[in-house]
């Protein structure tokens, strides 16, 4: 215990107030007093009591049962929600996930034992200060990620903790001490036991971090072989092309940082060039080539994030991008808008960002000139959106039903007409208009 001092919201000090009033201990516990001491804002305020749940019931007028079999309980402050946890002796685990049973105890240390990582393993209270029995604070000023006790024994209780190392690694740019890793290797493969949605969650975290290139670590110490064997095949495949200077995965990790913190941009990046250990060709000069590897990509993006149980929105727009990623439109505005027509208006800005860090992440050759093309492409797109142009059946300058009053019957028919005009207007962007447009959709419907 020491004189630190951490300031707690006034919600979470009334309840530290009222436990402690009752005569209870009372600390905040885990991340946000590894967070506070870094100087980071917490996003959630733990509590730990030795009061059990039914008694942290009975003191306070508003709670959720949220996992009171395994000790915890919500209060409600007005609509937030805060976390009060019994302390508590976890049983076997016999899943690699989940104690078999729980037992609460009056021990703040047995309780602390238990956790995953020395820095999510201290306590804090206005009245005793900070608890630290696992040397926590140090392994922040050393900037180290360590297991509390036996890292052996922290991964058989709960596999997930594996990949959770790499992901406070990423968010705080920590490593990962040395027995600590050894362990993380020797016992990967029982990341196979866990499941798809809590392998997202940090998977998602790793790549949202500072520090998404931090996957490296994860393939270093065999877990992306678990949970994303497509990575590893890519970080096996050369890419023999002046193009390129690095294989297919160190050109993934690369590009990861050149763009920008975005849940659908990241996992763009990551798999954007899963397809090309798949489609790779050499010829006779040594020279690699990795033709259809947008659409094969396509495919497998698709199956990986199915795999971890991804929503289909997101699916539907990191595969969309990986499909488009290597198109490579001519800088005038006829060529872009007829990108845009085919990308879509709302993954073009998108699609641009993709672009540029995929050139980033290639070799210098030509890279001035590439990134001229992708500036001056997207100084085309600036100007189609400011003179308004149309470049999609949306800010066509006729509709369905204009056509439908004008003769022309719905249908397949109507819709190829449309398509055409549309097709008009992205090389003449003047024609645009009403009369024009309806004049030659009744030329084009009476000669056919």
Known sequence: MNAVRIEIPEKVKRILDTLTAAGFEAYVVGGCVRDALLQREPSDWDVTTDASPQQVKSLFSRTVDTGIAHGTVTIMMGKEGFEVTTFRIDGKYEDSRHPKEVTFTSSLEEDLKR???????????????LVDLFGGTKDLEDKVVRCVGEAHERFQEDALRILRAVRFSAQLGFSVEEKTAEAIRERARTLERISAERIQTELLKILLSPNPRTIRMAWEYG?????????????????????????????????????????????????????????????????????????????????????????????????????????????????????????????????????????????????AEKLERLDSVEKCWREILEKKQCVSLKTLAVTGKDLQAAGIPSGKQMGEILHRLLEQVLDNPGDNEREILLKRAKEAFFLE
């Open 223 to 367: 877990i992306t072989k678990i949970i994303l064997p497509e990575f590893d095949r890519c970080m096996d495949t050369p890419q023999n092309t002046p193009h390129h200077c690095y294989t297919v995965g160190e050109h993934i990790l690369h590009s990861l940082s050149e763009v920008e913190n975005n849940r659908i941009l990241r996992l763009t990046m990551l798999l954007h060039d899963i397809g090309k250990p798949v489609v790779r060709t050499t010829d006779e000069n040594g020279r690699d080539h990795f033709k259809m590897h947008g659409p094969v990509g396509e495919q497998m993006a698709g199956d990986i994030l199915r795999r971890l149980k991804f929503d289909n929105d997101t699916i539907r727009s990191v595969t969309h991008l990986i499909k488009w990623h290597d198109y490579r439109p001519e800088p005038d505005e006829r060529h872009v808008r007829r990108a845009v027509s085919r990308i879509g208006e709302e993954y073009f800005p998108l699609f641009l960002k993709v672009q540029r860090a995929d050139i980033l992440a290639q070799s210098t050759w030509l890279r």
């Open 115 to 129: 956790r995953d990582f020395t820095i999510n393993a201290m306590a804090f209270s206005p009245s005793a200060g």
